[in-house]
């Protein structure tokens, strides 16, 4: 009997063990005040409290992953830093970044020669202000592998207000990025460096004029350590002057390769290359009239440099991107060459290029990341005990919109200003952070026509801006 009641009291201790985890402490106390009572015996005691003991311990660390568990759960997150407003969810799979940037710009326009001998090239142009972009946007990932982005320019030097980027895209292969909606074309290692890191206010006139900048498309992007390659292809918004009523888009596709043989922290080779295809769709049965032209600088409203070329099918552009960067000093160039494919006039051929070089005075040197040219971060920012970082730049570049031997046909070209034109740009940029900068930028520009007396007129200008990114 009293076997029987030992075995049901040992029954009883271990299923207080095994259903009240929390109470392992004073179950062992308990064990003990049995053993002493001589209700069970050393062996018992001995069996049960190690039993006791590892059940204990088998809890806590079940109670510890549970809890770990449910942390995680309701530990998402929102920070903000320098790259704006973020978001995030606890297992990371969903990510939000709200950021946007303003850039205040003001001019100050010498024309006094510009028109001098009466080329009838242009307009007096005078001194302003604007804002040349203000945009918000928010971008970020969405089931871990899908992203998104979504940015609005309000107003900006054209006075419009719409989408600079609108896309869906997938990340999950390994190092490619497929994007689908507005966005950059491969083209142009000027072009594709953002405007918050260009070391100029503006982008050069070749750049403007051959680079293909945002589209409607496709791309696809795969990158290794020092290369990446590039695909995309668009309908719509293409270089033809009439819009889309009743009538298909015109539509293109490009393509661009980079290399860097030398990428190290200090010091950056790149090569690139990328050329590019536009369908010019038929209006009423008739090709296109193709106006190429640009603006001088941006306070020059009007595009100074403006030939049309009548009846053009397609067009073809090739470029080449060559760049360097040694410790503070970073030197890139770019050449753009365009045919212009037309049905009943000579096909026309036309080029642009530039050459930038910048130092930075206070020692930074210049980011370089997946085939993109990046920007300064001080090592000493405005308000940490510095003052910030200092970069002289100067850029040279030219464009030839002219054509002769395909011009010569009656009725070839139409729609003549400046042909031919050559920019100098000098510039002094101060990164008070890696959210602002100040920029200002003096540019000497030569506009000449296509007549024998080869009439030249001259705008000179200065500028500033006050630039914040986040």
Do not use: C
Not at 70 to 78: A, F, L, M, R, Y
Not at 201 to 229: H, I, P, Q, Y
Not at 285 to 313: H, L, S, W
Not at 418 to 436: F, M, Q, R, S
Request: hydrophobic letters at 35%.
């Amino acid at each position: 009997m009293k076997l029987k009641s030992t075995s049901l009291m040992v029954a009883g201790v271990l299923l207080g063990a095994a259903v009240m985890p929390v109470q392992a402490d004073p179950m062992l106390d308990l064990l003990q005040v049995l053993r002493d009572k001589g209700t069970i015996s050393a062996e018992d005691y001995s069996l049960l409290s190690n039993a006791a003991k590892a059940k204990g311990e088998q809890t806590a660390a079940e109670k510890e992953e549970i809890m770990a568990k449910v942390e995680s759960k309701s530990s998402s997150s929102v920070t903000v830093d320098s790259k704006g407003l973020n978001f995030q969810s606890a297992d990371k799979a969903f990510t939000v970044n709200i950021g946007g940037r303003i850039h205040a710009d003001y001019g100050f326009v010498d024309d006094d020669y510009f028109g001098a001998n009466n080329t009838g090239i242009g307009n007096e142009f005078g001194n302003g202000s604007q804002f040349r972009r203000a945009r918000l946007g928010m971008n970020g990932t969405m089931f871990t592998d899908w992203i998104y982005e979504l940015e609005i320019n309000y107003g900006g030097a054209d006075g419009d207000t719409g989408f600079t980027d609108a896309i869906i895209g997938y990340k999950g292969f390994d190092s490619t990025t497929i994007k689908l909606g507005r966005h950059k074309m491969p083209a142009g290692l000027e072009e594709l460096t953002s405007s918050n890191r260009i070391s100029t206010m503006e982008r050069s006139m070749a750049t403007n004029t051959f680079a293909l900048s945002r589209f409607n498309g496709l791309s696809v992007e795969r990158k290794g350590s020092n290369w990446t390659v590039m695909g995309g292809t668009w309908m719509g918004e293409g270089n033809g002057d009439t819009d889309n009523n009743n009538k298909d888009s015109d539509w293109g596709a490009a393509g661009r390769f980079t290399f860097a043989p030398i990428q190290e922290r200090n010091s950056v080779v790149h090569l690139g290359a990328s050329i590019s295809y536009i369908d010019f769709e038929k209006v009423g049965g008739d090709n296109q009239n193709i106006r190429v032209r640009q603006r001088a600088n941006r306070f020059v409203n009007e595009r100074p440099v403006q030939v049309t070329y009548n009846d053009t099918k397609s067009a073809n552009t090739y470029g080449l991107e060559l760049a360097t960067i040694q410790g503070p000093f970073s030197l890139q160039g770019e050449y753009f060459y365009r045919t212009l494919d037309r049905k009943d006039f000579k096909d026309a051929d036309i080029d642009g290029w530039y050459i930038l070089g910048t130092y930075t005075l206070t020692g930074e040197t210049r980011g370089y990341r997946d085939g993109r040219m990046r920007t300064i971060s001080p090592r000493n920012p405005v308000g940490q005990g510095g003052a910030g970082a200092w970069e002289l730049v100067a850029r040279y570049d030219e464009l030839d919109l002219w054509d002769s031997s395909a011009a010569r046909e009656a009725g070839s070209v139409s729609g003549l200003r400046g042909t031919k034109a050559e920019n100098w740009t000098l510039g002094l940029n101060w990164y008070v952070n890696d959210n602002i900068r100040f920029m200002a930028n003096y540019v000497d520009s030569k506009i000449k026509d296509s007549s024998p007396n080869d009439n030249t007129g001259k705008i000179k200008a200065f500028t500033l801006r006050g630039q914040v990114a986040f």
